[in-house]
């Protein structure tokens, strides 16, 4: 079997946890995904099978849709609901400045970037200070869609490796309480069974420029 299975990753699974889970359901030990999910994040991952995995890298450049729940007024030591959170009250203004076009931006301390050749998490986790590089990623949307109280919904059409968590802190006070990554290119959630697995000539033939199988 040489193809990619559309999964929604439910909060708290690891996406190492659901190439497992793959990897068992189909009885092939070459299993692979093309790109994370946090932990508290749910969503669309694309789980290579097969072949498939040696074409891991077409998939990782597509471009990414997430819905997030920012909440306002309050910080997060790690962009997100699993940190130490700090209660400020100060609100960014509403409509917020939502940046597009190119952004730079600085992945959290808690995040899967490798700084000194290991990941930044596990260095922060040990309580160590970690200097994460800044980057350059593109923001093609990035959408308030309501506003209620200390919660906003926001919609964010972004580049590969684009943190959402950093985008929402760079709001103000804000952190990302939610996030569900909803499509992956021309990969949506609305197929993601978990089960039924897409060709790898047929999944190339979606992309932008298909390359060569």
Do not use: N, W
Not at 7 to 22: E, F, M, R, W, Y
Not at 161 to 188: K, N
Not at 192 to 207: F, Q, S, V
């Amino acid at each position: 079997m040489d193809g990619i299975i559309l999964v929604d990753k439910p909060a708290g699974k690891t996406s190492h946890d659901l190439v497992a889970a793959i990897r068992r359901q189909v009885g092939i030990r070459r299993v692979g995904h093309a790109g994370t999910l946090d932990p508290f994040a749910t969503g669309l991952v694309i789980v290579l099978v097969g072949r498939a995995t040696r074409a891991q890298r077409f998939f990782m450049v597509l471009p990414k849709v997430y819905r997030a729940t920012a909440r306002l007024g309050a910080v997060s030591s790690t962009g997100d609901p699993e940190g130490e959170i700090e209660e400020t009250g100060v609100v960014p203004p509403d409509p917020p400045q939502l940046p597009t076009g190119r952004v730079r931006q600085r992945p959290p301390a808690y995040s899967a970037v490798k700084v000194g050749g290991e990941r930044a998490y596990r260095r922060a986790r040990r309580g160590e200070a970690v200097d994460v590089p800044e980057r350059e990623v593109t923001v093609y949307r990035f959408e308030q869609l309501a506003r209620r109280g200390d919660r906003a919904e926001l919609e964010i059409e972004c580049s590969a490796g684009t943190y959402v968590r950093s985008l929402v802190a760079d709001l103000g006070d804000a952190y990302c309480e939610g996030l569900r990554r909803t499509a992956i290119g021309p990969f949506g959630l609305e197929a993601a069974d978990g089960r039924t697995p897409i060709p790898l000539d047929e999944a190339l033939a979606r992309l932008p420029e298909p390359p060569p199988a």
